[in-house]
């Protein structure tokens, strides 16, 4: 059988309209979008196109959204730039968090920032009632993404945002996991600022976007010229956008579909699972998650080897987030919601994407339990 691929919230296989988009660029639509002759505006219709296409899909408005370079760039820009000129005050963000955003508030804090890192349940969930107990007068900004990258458990994040526009706080959410599976309707909603990321939505590497409200404002964090409204300079990635916008407009057309097949395919991989192994646990909210994800501990096992030997048998899987997991650390998020070191040391992240099978998934069912058998056989006792 041909590999398998698992891991889709590391990155997705870009679709072939994607591509033929992106190769139609590099080939013919090659100008700088600010050259002012024919050649330079071909390429800034090409970036207005992909702008209106983002913001179609997160139902926004065109002029709302600025492209970066993926969703690391968008997170720090939203969140430093948003603090620009402020030397103090509250900021809130929750244990399991993003790099690019856990990494931002410990920055932050060196500066003299004061936060709080919010704590989530067993089911990987903020509590809004934490969230509302958090909030003080000098409270700036929150920052809550909207899935978890390596559980998949979905945040109340329209509800938070709520809580902060009553309260005048500033309210970012990295949604880089959600886009392209979940029905996002920012013209509805209390969120100032969104991070997104082309290639989780089968779109290229190095592009992204950052929605700004239009009742919100941010400072540039870098300087050049005075590309992307001056928030973002730098002569824009016009194949990189281009893909995005593609990307973009397929996923505002199919998502409905693809989507309720990447659940059908999880949910008959997590029942195999827990039918065929003892013990393995699903790690977050049993259905507040997203559609392709499915976090499993393996008892007894240690999840790294656990990913190695599928990966010797055609399949592909990882152990958290592709940003951390080259040196095997126990899941940050995965202490934080149980703070159980051998559960989090056990855990292997499986998500499915549009391109996946039903074949495959039995194919990857037929072969885990031998797999995990043989490991239980040889992993230190009393470790995992």
């Known amino acids: 059988m041909s590999p398998i691929y698992l891991d889709n919230a590391a990155t997705t296989k870009p679709d072939p309209r994607v591509i033929e988009t992106v190769m139609k660029c590099l080939k013919d639509d090659y100008g700088n979008p600010s050259s002012l002759h024919h050649f330079g505006e071909r390429a800034y219709n090409i970036i207005e196109q992909s702008r209106r296409r983002v913001a179609e899909l997160l139902n926004a408005e065109q002029e709302d959204i600025i492209f970066t370079s993926g969703g690391t760039e968008s997170d720090n820009l939203a969140i430093l730039g948003a603090l620009k000129g402020q030397e103090e005050g509250h900021l809130i963000t929750t244990s399991i968090e993003h790099p690019a955003v856990k990494k931002t508030f410990y920055y932050l804090e060196t500066k003299g920032f004061d936060i709080t890192y ?6 990987g969930i903020v509590d809004e009632e934490d ?4 909030v003080r007068e000098d409270t700036i900004l929150a920052s809550v993404m909207y899935a978890n990258n390596e559980v998949g458990t979905i945040q109340p994040v329209e509800n938070l945002a709520d809580i902060a526009e009553k309260n005048d706080i500033i309210f970012h959410t990295d949604a880089v996991q959600a886009v392209g599976q979940l029905e996002i309707n920012l013209k509805k909603s209390n969120i100032d ?4 990321s082309g290639h989780k939505i089968y779109g290229p590497k190095g592009t992204g976007a950052l929605y700004v409200s239009e009742d919100r404002d941010i400072s540039q964090v870098l300087y050049g010229g005075r590309h992307e409204k001056g928030k973002r300079p730098g002569t824009e990635n016009v194949p990189g956008v281009a893909g995005l916008g593609k990307a973009c407009e397929i996923a ?5 579909s693809y989507v309720q097949e990447m659940i059908r395919l999880r949910d008959l991989f997590i029942e195999g699972l827990i039918g065929e192994i003892d013990l393995v646990r699903l790690n977050g909210h049993r259905k507040k998650r997203l559609p392709n994800n499915a976090n499993i501990s393996f008892p007894g096992v240690q999840g790294d080897i656990l990913a190695r030997r599928l990966d010797s048998e055609g399949i592909a899987v990882s152990t958290g987030s ?4 080259k040196g095997f650390e126990p899941s940050e998020v995965i202490l934080s919601m149980y703070d159980n070191r051998p559960r ?3 855990s292997v992240r499986f998500t499915f994407g549009k391109w996946n099978t039903e074949e495959e998934i039995y194919h990857s069912l037929d072969i885990l339990p031998q797999i ?3 490991l239980k056989r040889i992993s230190p006792k009393g470790r995992f």
């Open 372 to 374: 995990v058998k043989n």
């Open 131 to 134: 969230f509302k107990k958090s």
């Open 193 to 196: 600022l969104l991070s997104l």
């Open 344 to 346: 989090a040391l056990s």
């Open 322 to 325: 592709a940003c951390s997991s």
């Open 252 to 256: 505002r057309k199919e998502m409905s």
């Open 118 to 123: 919010l704590p989530v349940g067993p089911d």
